[in-house]
């Protein structure tokens, strides 16, 4: 075999015509080392169902780790994962023609990578099937020998369970001290599918089976594909999936229907109960990765509108080589662009660039500054000098972040009023807005109390400055404006149907269920004994009720409270806001935006030298005029809308603004134009922020 030339084992693609490369992987026996392939040309019309796509990591690329593939005669290296999938995957008589990136893809033609990204949603979505490879997993995993084996998820899968799990009753399958029992851990998602909830599968409460059991599910969900940001449309455009763990294999679609099973069972478990504290971790984490790419893909399989901010940030903690793919891995399950044109991937461009088009591109296309909400960078980052204002896509927030941004469609703190929003150059930001209140009261996320809600709650609670009776300034107590603050006067719908349903409002009875939350429970504790090495216990359909409301109002805790700081304002207001809050911040009601800003004064001023200024959002008023200058002639309302929409500045700005992030703020959640002092009742006047 010769050394590996990309001139001779690429010829260029032609750039105007939708054709890709497939691999064809030849026959082989699990013995033979080297793996043989041939890569040709096809249109993608006539490639349609005649594919499996390959859905992998990369691997480290690390030298110690590459391998090589004997490819149309060349030696071509590939890392190990990679490696070992085409490894495992090849038959033995037959062969099976696949679409794999790196090898499918000249990845050193910035030209061709760019044109074959922008078709990624077609060759995944016309491969007749796309296989899911999470790794060939580690020695110290159950093993069956090189026998496939594959699962359903259904009542096929019965035999398998109880031959493998009856094996473990009978002391007949010897674990290694700590090992992982992968193929325990494929039955039990298995069961899931099937319907059976947690709380009932016996082997998950057996103090010796469901501790390897559990160490086997999460040496699957270990695995660095479900890290990876480009899975997500993989998967989610596919017509049929195929988990694949070494081995072993099981529909995506099983997958899917456990982690809802699983979700069903816990929503009517009993806090703190230790079964569930047992597996309920791994389970919940396992629900989160599977059901964060399932709820896409069945509002894309139910052609439901998806824009890109929420992908964004649903998907924000996913990883990419190149932080670049942030974004563009994520382009092509977007359906809906407002008024703009489709973002178009270009490797061209710089990683800083992508994202400043990006969160421009989102203010324009949506006409808010929804995109302010969250994490925009981190400290660091800042520091460096990247604007407060431009998301960089590559920090990873807290897992709940995603969750809490959701549920903002249900407030509307600025009466929906946009007066419209600029940029002067490239770093400064103009909107429209007002200061309402000054944070002077800060309690953080407090470290000693690990993960326990209930104990930071009642520490919150504690640190209050008056009794709990007290008149709040919105109304009511400040007993009812603390619950209604900390889950964010919002409550978790587990039965939702699509995911802008999973919360709703919280109204007057919900405050049973934060008392409940916040009493101990110490009837867990007679009711869960161990016999025969086995957890038993019973909850009665009243408590599943009980149980049910108070974990609904805990995970809205959950999404709206953890890792965020409690304040309280110099009005006596009550908020929930960014981790790096400190006192003397402003809350801000900035128009385009539904929830309260929280902005930091910066230290120097800004000047504007012949800078040219972008109107990204008309206001009202001039929306309006340019509407009447085009009359009816959509073509020339655009042309009137282009006229007024640059402009040069030279002025000079003294109050400029940092984003340190959104709030919730009991009483400014619903309109908070207006005070709410009737004695002096008034709107408030607004101004130009300027934010670096």
Sequence with gaps: MDQPSKSWLYRELPSNKRTIRLLRLLPGRPEDHEIRCQLYESSLIDAVGNYKALSYTWGSGAPECDEVVCCDGLIVPVTLNLYSALHKLRDLTATLTLWVDSLCIDQYNENERTHQVGMMREIYANSKEVIIWLGAGRSDVTATDSVEVRFSGDERDVPKIEYHLGRLWRGQLELPPDGRDVFGAFCVISMLAQGLLASRIWYLKNLDYAPPIIRGLLALLDEPWWTRIWVVQ???????????????????????????????GKVTEQLGSAPSETYGPSLTRFHRLVNEIDTTKRDWNAFEPSALLPLLRKFRAKDASDKRDKVYALIGLVNFWGQDEPLIPDYGLR????????????????????????????????????????????????????????????????????????????????????????????????????????????????????PENTAYLHGGTLRTAFWRTICGNVIYVPEARTERERFRKAIASDVKAFESWCKVDKSTNRRTSIIGGTWQGTVSSEEQITNKKRNAYKLAVECASRGRCFFVTQQGRLGIGPPSLKTDDEVYILHGSRVPMILRRARTSRTCRDKVVEKLVLSTDEEHATIKAGGRNKADAATSREAVRFSVCNENHEDCYKVVGDAYVHGLMEGGMVWEDRARTRLKKTKSVYIV
């Design 351 to 466: 990683l800083s660039k992508v994202y400043w088009q990006t969160t421009k591109r989102l203010i324009r296309s949506s006409k808010t500054l929804a995109v302010l909400s969250g994490t925009t960078a981190a400290g660091k980052q800042i520091q460096a000098g990247f604007p407060t204002w431009v998301t960089d896509w590559s920090y990873r927030p807290s897992s709940d972040e995603a969750d809490r941004l959701n549920s903002q469609h249900l407030y509307n703190a600025a009466d929906q009023a946009m007066e419209g929003v600029k940029i002067h150059g490239q770093t400064l930001l103009e909107a429209k807005g007002y200061s309402v209140d000054r944070v002077s009261l800060v309690l953080s996320w407090n470290a000693i109390f690990g993960e326990d809600l209930r104990t930071q709650a009642a520490y919150w609670k504690f640190r209050l400055p008056w």
């Design 234 to 264: 993989e998967t989610v455009v596919s017509a049929r999936a195929i988990v694949h763990y070494n081995n072993i294999s099981m529909p995506w679609e099983a997958f899917s229907r456990a982690s809802l099973c699983y979700l069903t």
